[in-house]
């Protein structure tokens, strides 16, 4: 047994960050992580691993789309599914890698196992029983399981993400049960591959929660792309049949049954806190009606010396606004003030084209009541873009129609996960449109697209 200051139960970008925070401002720190390897969802079946396939898929599309209108002239690109898993897992494997080296550079002890909390102050991993003044609960999330519908990772045939980022072979066909996020990702990823695909969405909209617009633009372009969307549907079971899957729905507009039939079928309808085993409920820890666990405005569950910050509580699922809480949180159980501003959290989605948004909607900022002003610049009128064959999206800068503050971005187009990023450091500042206008860019970069929304939110964008 030891004495920690600080015990982190889960070492995804929550644990792990607030585990390095804490033991640069001198803490004790042990964090136990039940997985083969550090990182969480994020870097072992989450962000990481898709960014590799969508990047991988993104290459391959290119070369069969652009290549050669710009003189490239090769014979078609074939595609070694195991060399690219290999590639992905290689990723995965020095991101991971890289937290144990820091882990051993701040002095953190990994604690390999699964964790309880038995009482306030102490922390049970296996048979052995160890001590904290402070202890915090980062154990992310898992998917959200779908009524009538069986998920088998191993079987490959119904998985959720984790499974499809290790399918045995690029299916011909896959339906996505849900266009959020990860559906349009991984969906994006097996498309460029070569798979039809086909997304079934219960709303009317793709991406929930996007600016309306974005989201209108978003679903033109990505039918265009060759994914297939069935709105308004209901998915009420899926079965595996002889070499693939059959899905059932009902159609909201006429509440007709419908079936679709594919090799593979993702299911990507939100994930839920993942909480199991803890012994939260014997504790007393107080808990949402969605199953997350209860903070107060310093990340303190309803039982003291016990915090929660990322997935597992309310908010995004995102891996930088768990970062953020995991670097503010350990700084309040440091004694200092920890902060995270939530009304600039950035959202990314990294398909091609990429969506990014920060801020207000402009549905959000009108309900609010808000006088507002839009500037709105294509990425046609981008020359950078252009070249680059990417002049489809727009930027859209929403600010306040009296002080002309910055309220909200929303950007689909080139390297948008790339560009909200001098948005929201002009929201930390409190910045006006007329300051981004007036901020020189580099020319010809796609970030002049950013500074002529913003020209366009006073007296009009140049290239426009
Ligand atoms: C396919 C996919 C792609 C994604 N892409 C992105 C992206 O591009 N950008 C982005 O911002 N977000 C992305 N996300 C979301 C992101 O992964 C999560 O928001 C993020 O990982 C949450 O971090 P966390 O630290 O709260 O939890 P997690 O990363 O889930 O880590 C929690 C860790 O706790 C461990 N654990 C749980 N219970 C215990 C216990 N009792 N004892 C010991 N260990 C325990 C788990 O094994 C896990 O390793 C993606 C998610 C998925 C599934
Ligand atoms: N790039 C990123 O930042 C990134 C990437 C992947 C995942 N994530 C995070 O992971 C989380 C989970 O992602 P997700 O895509 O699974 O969830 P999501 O909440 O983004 O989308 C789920 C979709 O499924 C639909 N749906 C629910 N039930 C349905 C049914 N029965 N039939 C048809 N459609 C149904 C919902 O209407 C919704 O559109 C998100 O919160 C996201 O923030 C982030």
């Known amino acids: 047994m030891c004495m920690y200051d600080l015990i982190v139960i889960g070492a995804g970008p929550g644990g792990y960050v607030c585990a390095i925070r804490a033991a640069q401002l001198g803490l004790k720190v042990g964090v136990v992580e039940g997985r083969d390897a550090l990182g969480g969802t994020c870097l072992n079946v989450g962000c990481i691993p898709s960014k590799a396939l969508l990047h991988a898929s993104h290459l391959l599309h ?24 290999s590639y992905k ?21 990994w ?21 904290a003044k402070a202890i915090v609960i980062a154990t992310g999330s898992s998917p959200a399981a779908l009524k009538g519908v069986e998920v088998d990772n191993e079987g490959g045939t119904i998985v959720d993400s984790t499974g499809a980022l290790v399918l045995p072979k690029i299916p011909k ?38 600016d309306t617009e974005i989201q209108k633009q978003f679903h033109k372009i990505l039918a265009k792309q060759g994914l297939k969307f069935v709105m308004g549907a209901a998915v009420t079971s899926a079965q595996v049949k002889e070499g693939g899957a059959e899905v059932a729905y009902a159609l909201k507009k006429d509440d007709s049954q419908q079936t679709l039939t594919a090799d593979v079928v993702l299911v990507s309808t939100g994930r839920r806190p993942h909480v199991e085993g803890l012994g939260l409920e ?28 990322g997935d597992a509580v309310p908010g995004p699922m995102l891996a930088h606004k768990a970062e953020d809480e995991g670097m503010a949180v350990a ?12 009304g600039v959290i950035p959202a990314v989605i990294y398909t091609t084209p990429e969506v990014a948004s920060v801020g207000l909607t402009e549905e959000q900022a009108k309900e609010g009541g808000r006088k507002i002003k839009i ?51 002009a929201m930390e500042f409190g910045a006006s449109a007329e300051d981004l206008a007036l901020t020189c860019h580099a020319h ?17 964008a140049i290239h426009a």
């Open 62 to 85: 290119e070369s069969q789309e652009n290549f050669e209108k710009m003189g490239l002239m090769i014979s078609p690109v074939e595609v070694d599914w195991t060399k690219m898993q």
């Open 89 to 109: 897992a290689e990723t995965v494997a020095g991101n991971t890698k890289g937290i144990e080296f820091l882990f051993k550079k701040n002095k953190i002890d």
């Open 111 to 131: 604690i390999k196992g699964w964790a309880s909390i038995p009482a306030p102050g102490r922390v049970k991993v296996g048979d052995t029983e160890h001590e």
């Open 173 to 210: 066909s896959m339906i996505v049960i849900g266009a959020g996020v990860i559906g349009l990702e991984l969906g994006s990823v097996y498309s460029r591959l070569g798979a039809e695909v086909t997304v079934i969405e219960y709303l009317d909209v793709i991406t929930p929660g996007l």
């Open 282 to 309: 014997a504790l007393g820890v107080a808990m949402t009606d969605r199953g997350q666990v209860k903070v107060d405005g310093h990340w303190a569950t309803s039982v003291k010396g016990i915090y929660a910050i």
């Open 331 to 342: 700084d309040v159980i440091a004694g200092k003030h920890g902060h995270v501003n939530y």
């Open 375 to 425: 500037g709105k610049f294509p990425f046609m009128g981008n020359a950078r873009a252009k070249a680059q064959f990417q002049g489809e999206g727009f930027v859209k800068l929403i600010a306040d129609a009296e002080t002309d503050r910055i309220l909200g971005c929303h950007i689909i187009g080139p390297s948008a996960g790339d560009l909200i990023h001098e948005v929201c450091v």
């Open 444 to 460: 010809p970069t796609v970030s002049e697209a950013v500074r002529e929304a913003a020209l366009a939110c006073g007296t009009g």
